[in-house]
Nanobody, 117 residues
Framework: QVQLVESGGGLVQAGGSLRLSCAAS????????MAWYRQASGKEREWVAT???????AYADSVKGRFTISRDNAKSTLYLQMNSLKPEDTAMYYC???????????WGQGTQVTVSS
């Protein structure tokens, strides 16, 4: 079993920055990829960014150039650096770990990001 715990969310003014963290623990075998998703109130969950096992990254158009996904393998931690935040970035942010070993996707409980205008 894999546990993911997000942290770093909070309230920030538009134009500000936050760094989200996702600490992974448990039976972590071969990782396929890790990613961030977000879900705003009343909306469907949407993909934000992905980092592959080979450290290739991909971003949703809405965050490209403002957000950076990274991973510290030694700490088993995933990060999302968010700059130039906009009110439309307000959402619950979730990290996901895709395990190549088990073929399962594991989700964290989420961390709330609120951007005021």
């Amino acid at each position: 079993q894999v546990q993911l715990v997000e942290s770093g969310g909070g309230l920030v003014q538009a134009g500000g920055s936050l760094r989200l963290s996702c600490a992974a623990s448990g039976s972590i075998t071969s990782i396929n990829f890790m990613a961030w998703y977000r879900q705003a109130s009343g909306k469907e969950r949407e993909w934000v960014a992905t980092i592959s096992s080979g450290s290739s990254t991909a971003y949703a158009d809405s965050v490209k150039g403002r957000f950076t996904i990274s991973r510290d393998n030694a700490k088993s931690t995933l990060y999302l650096q968010m700059n130039s935040l906009k009110p439309e970035d307000t959402a619950m942010y979730y990290c996901v770990l895709s395990s190549r070993g088990s073929g399962s996707n594991y989700w964290g409980q989420g961390t709330q990001v609120t951007v005021s205008s």
